[in-house]
Structure formats: structure tokens, C-alpha cells
T-cell receptor
């Protein structure tokens, strides 16, 4: 998984509770991404980061926030989880500087009851 | 403008046959077209990628065909094997923009 870990790998939570997912990389890559994967929708970009403290929204950013205080960690927060946020969440990284390939982590399966 | 349309949604192929998955894009600025393979419970992994300066790229049994004028590209899997059963995603981007993914094709190769 190209030096990417995600934690937790599985989580069950209740509607209205805050949830934070962590992506950690050991590659010192510049770009980091959060995607969600749902049946029939493929991979949809939530937020991404192009450097420490530099982030931008993706196509499905409502209800999510992110933070990147150091190169190796990219956090995804659901401030108040809803059932529609039940999904599998993938983190991805990319070197930048001409390296186009995005490498994906193993995913976090989140169930919001 | 950012969409990548992938077809079919699912595909069943006999062992030894050819699997073909198609993608179409709208944004003419796209200049990088990868295919990802995903097994159940795993993250997507890069399979093969192409840039628009070539019309075809082959790696083992996997070939990308690219038609710039039609804004289409396809993945061909020759001599398909049961171990190729997975979900395949096409994607595209330009420069440092995030990849835009198709919705995926679930391939089943049956003996």
C-alpha cells in the first residue's frame, strides 16, 4: 500500500457523533486525498491537500472537514455523522513534481447507525 | 466537463476470453489516463496508464487503447483469468489536478 496507513480500519458510530479518520504516509509525498466509495458511484473526491495547511474541496465535501498540520498526516473529520456518510473511505497520496500516479491506502469502513 | 463515463457496469467473461472496458471523457485538457484495479476489501491499485501522445500501451495481458479525437480510451485484458476478477476504474486528470474516476466495472471471469 505504498507506505500509507489508515486508522481506524473499521468504525461503527451513531448519528450526530463526531468522527475523525486518519491517513498517515511515510513517503513524504506532497499531495494527499480523501475519497469515499459507494456502490454505483465509484470513487468520489471529498477533500485534498497540496501541502501542509493547504487544502481544497472536492465534489462531495459537504459535512466533512480536513486538516494537515504536517506532511505525513491528513485527517478527515465528520463533525456530526449522518447515515448518508456510511461508506468506505480511501486516502491516496501522490508525489507531485511530475509523479502523476495516486497510490491508495487500504481504506476505512465506516458505519453510521 | 470533469466527468469520465465508464461502461459497462459489470462484465462476465469466459476464462481465456478478452475483457473490454470503455471510458469516455469530456475535458480536452486531460493528459493522463490511468486504469486502477481493485480487489474486494483492498484499495485501488494502478494497473496501467497512458498519455495522449500514443494510441496504445501494452503491459503483459493488459492493453490501453486511446482515441484522442473521439475522447475515448479502453482497457483490454487478453486471455482473461479468474484472478483478474475485480473492479476496474478508469480515471483522468491534467497537471496537478486530482484524478477524476469513472464509476467502475465489476469484472467476473468464469471458468
Amino acid at each position: 500500500d505504498a507506505g500509507i496507513t489508515q486508522s481506524p480500519r473499521h468504525k461503527v458510530t451513531e448519528t450526530g457523533t463526531p468522527v475523525t479518520l486518519r491517513c498517515h504516509q511515510t513517503e513524504n509525498h506532497r499531495y494527499m486525498y480523501w475519497y469515499r466509495q459507494d456502490p454505483g458511484h465509484g470513487l468520489r473526491l471529498i477533500h485534498y491537500s497540496y501541502g501542509v495547511k493547504d487544502t481544497d474541496k472536492g465534489e462531495v465535501s459537504d459535512g466533512y472537514s480536513v486538516s494537515r498540520s504536517k506532511t505525513e498526516d491528513f485527517l478527515l473529520t465528520l463533525e456530526s455523522a449522518t447515515s448518508s456518510q456510511t461508506s468506505v473511505y480511501f486516502c491516496a497520496i501522490r508525489p507531485g513534481q511530475g509523479g502523476e500516479t495516486q497510490y491508495f491506502g487500504p481504506g476505512t469502513r465506516l458505519l453510521v447507525l | 466537463q470533469q466527468q469520465v463515463k465508464q461502461s459497462p457496469q459489470s462484465l462476465i467473461v469466459q476464462k481465456g476470453g478478452i475483457s473490454i472496458i470503455n471510458c469516455a471523457y469530456e475535458n480536452t485538457a486531460f493528459d493522463y489516463f490511468p486504469w486502477y484495479q481493485q480487489f474486494p476489501g483492498k484499495g485501488p491499485a494502478l494497473l496501467i496508464a497512458i498519455r495522449p501522445d500514443v494510441s496504445e500501451k501494452k503491459e503483459g495481458r493488459f492493453t490501453i487503447s486511446f482515441n484522442k479525437s473521439a475522447k475515448q480510451f479502453s482497457l483490454h485484458i487478453m486471455d482473461s483469468q479468474p484472478g483478474d476478477s475485480a473492479t476496474y476504474f478508469c480515471a483522468a486528470n491534467s497537471g496537478n489536478t486530482p484524478l477524476v474516476f469513472g464509476k467502475g466495472t465489476r469484472l467476473s471471469v468464469i471458468a
